[in-house]
């Protein structure tokens, strides 16, 4: 099995920043792809960014510019970095990683940590 541990969540004001951690462990080969994704209420999940093992990064439009993600192999943990926060930036959000077990991958999810941005 594996764990996702995350931190760093909590109430900023517009124009704050904040940073996301999200640490694995448990029975890991090694990580492919890791991830962001956040859900706002009544709202559907969808993705902030992603990091492949190589280092190639991914942002959804809303976040260009803003948000940072990176990673740190040797501790097989995932980082997000947000500036510039905006009230639409309010959701929960969720870490993903694709372990990759040589026969396949398999996606595991954080248990999701909540931001809020004040006007």
């Known amino acids: 099995q594996v764990q996702l541990v995350e931190s760093g969540g909590g109430l900023v004001q517009a124009g704050g920043s904040l940073r996301l951690s999200c640490a694995a462990s448990?029975?890991?080969?090694?990580?492919?792809?890791m991830g962001w994704y956040r859900q706002a209420p009544g709202k559907q999940r969808e993705l902030v960014a992603d990091?492949?093992?190589?280092?190639?990064?991914n942002y959804s439009d809303s976040v260009k510019g803003r948000f940072t993600i990176s990673r740190d192999n040797a501790k097989n943990t995932v980082y997000l970095q947000m500036n510039s926060l905006k009230p639409e930036d309010t959701a929960v959000y969720y870490c993903?990683?694709?372990?990759?077990?040589?026969?396949?991958?398999?996606?595991?999810w954080g248990q999701g940590t909540q931001v809020t941005v004040s006007s």
């Open positions: 990091i492949t093992s190589g280092g190639s990064t």
């Open positions: 993903n990683i694709e372990v990759d077990y040589g026969l396949g991958y398999e996606g595991y």
């Open positions: 448990g029975n890991i080969v090694s990580i492919n792809a």
